[in-house]
């Protein structure tokens, strides 16, 4: 098992910029793929951004040039840097993982509010 707690989450004015973390229980390396999600109001949750065990990084199209997804594995931790921040990026992110076992575990997710 893996428990993922989350931070980093708040309100910024549009063209701003926030760091989310993800701190894992466990080494992040032993993990197939860790990556973060949202879920905006009304709209069902979507990809942001993954990375594999390798180092792999994934992005959906809406993110591409404005977010990066990285890891620290000394200390188990993910970020998402984003820059650029639009109203429509305000979501509850949250950050996942996917384990070789092709269990899912997801964290309990951070309020990101951007205002125009």
């Known amino acids: 098992q893996v428990q993922l707690v989350e931070s980093g989450g708040g309100l910024v004015q549009a063209g701003g910029s926030l760091r989310l973390s993800c701190a894992a229980s466990r080494s992040i390396f032993s993990i197939n793929t860790m990556g973060w999600y949202r879920r905006a109001p009304g709209k069902q949750r979507e990809l942001v951004a993954t990375?594999?065990?390798?180092?792999?990084?994934n992005y959906a199209d809406s993110v591409k040039g404005r977010f990066t997804i990285s890891r620290d594995t000394a200390k188990n931790t993910v970020y998402l840097q984003m820059s650029g921040l639009k109203p429509d990026d305000t979501a509850v992110y949250y950050c996942n993982a996917f384990d070789f076992d092709n269990k899912i575990y997801w964290g309990q997710g951070t309020q990101v509010t951007v205002s125009s």
């Open positions: 990375i594999t065990r390798g180092g792999g990084t």
